[in-house]
């Protein structure tokens, strides 16, 4: 019988996000320093098939219906085409968010293996504006991936963008009407307190007013009518439509009321919680021969400890402790 990955305030967890590395080939200015970070030991990093295993077991004993490969950056990930391949095989969706660097050499074989769709994260279009975001240049190589993944036919192709203030905070008109004639489908994300650096600040946040504000001076924005559900983004017709973009007001309008994700992270720990700062290991358990039943029932005592918000307005919140980079998105 399957189990169910149930918080206390009766959430269900379904979408798992997988961590698959922490290591990243660039270095955005709000997730980690120019210099880079200390990566997870290799030998802590768990294998290819240890990852597929705990997927199968999320898959065949707790529920969980939507696999979501992050990173860091995925596509450094030697093995990942395989692991695609084999959690597709489970009868799963599965989905990458990545940066794009790469795409354009892999987007095929991942479409092969059974990939369904991309979310890129990408935040202008301008390339001076993307080398002082990323600190590298890089932008061509990104849009190079991008097309690579809608002729592979991994879409809708969905666009990630952070609004850095002074930076490109002006470019979300412009982004969006790109977006629009591509046909992809973009989001606009606030930035969130989880740099390596703890140097986020409300105050320079790009906040969901703000963006709305900025968009709705060129565009007429109305929202869709269909149900958001779990999902992050809230979604607003482009001028009448067909065309829509989005806003994920993770701080501002926070939606953890109904959020259905859990996460694992590269070296094997369950976080309930892109905030939260406990996390329960199951790298261990495998690594000892636990049996898969054992390794479902200490997921589901995880899920448990699942807080009702993330809390970042509350005065006692402190940053997690890893960053984005080594938690996945």
Not at 172 to 185: F, I, V
Not at 282 to 296: K, V
Request: hydrophobic residues 40%.
């Amino acid at each position: 019988m399957t189990r169910r990955l149930e918080d206390r305030y009766g959430r269900v967890a379904t979408d798992l996000r997988v961590s698959l590395t922490d290591r990243c080939n660039l270095r955005c200015s709000y997730c980690m320093p120019a210099e880079g970070l200390d990566w997870l030991p290799d030998d802590s990093v768990l294998t290819d098939d240890e990852v597929v295993r705990l997927v199968r077991v999320g898959v065949d004993l707790l529920g969980i219906r939507e696999v979501r490969f992050t990173g860091g950056e995925p596509l450094v990930r030697r093995g990942l085409v395989d692991i695609v391949r084999r959690t597709h095989e489970l009868g799963v969706e599965t989905s990458l968010t990545t940066n794009a660097l790469g795409l354009a050499r892999t987007a095929s074989a991942l479409a092969e293996a059974g990939l369904d769709r991309v979310n890129v994260s990408l935040d202008s279009i301008r390339p001076e504006s993307f080398l002082a975001i990323t600190r590298r240049d890089r932008l061509h190589d990104v849009l190079a991936g991008l097309e690579a993944a809608r002729a592979a036919g991994l879409g809708p192709v969905k666009v990630n963008a952070v609004l850095m203030r002074g930076i490109n905070d002006r470019e979300a008109p412009e982004l969006l009407r790109w977006a629009l004639a591509e046909g992809y489908q973009l989001r606009f994300i606030e930035q969130m307190p989880l740099d390596a650096q703890h140097g986020w600040s409300r105050e320079g946040m790009i906040t969901a007013e703000e963006i709305f504000a900025t968009l709705e001076s060129e565009f007429t924005l109305t929202p869709v009518e269909e149900p958001r559900g779990s999902a992050p983004a809230e979604l607003f017709h482009v001028d009448g439509g067909p065309g829509t973009v989005g806003v994920i007001a993770s701080v501002t309008r926070p939606f953890c009321g109904d959020c259905d994700r859990v996460r694992l992270t590269a070296d094997g720990q369950v976080r309930n919680c892109l905030f939260a700062r406990e996390e329960s290991d199951l790298r261990s358990a495998l690594r000892d021969g636990a049996t898969d039943d054992e390794i479902a029932d200490r997921w589901i005592v995880a899920m448990r400890g699942k807080r009702a918000g993330h809390g970042i307005d509350d005065p006692s919140f402190l940053q997690p402790d890893r960053p984005m980079s080594a938690i996945g998105g």
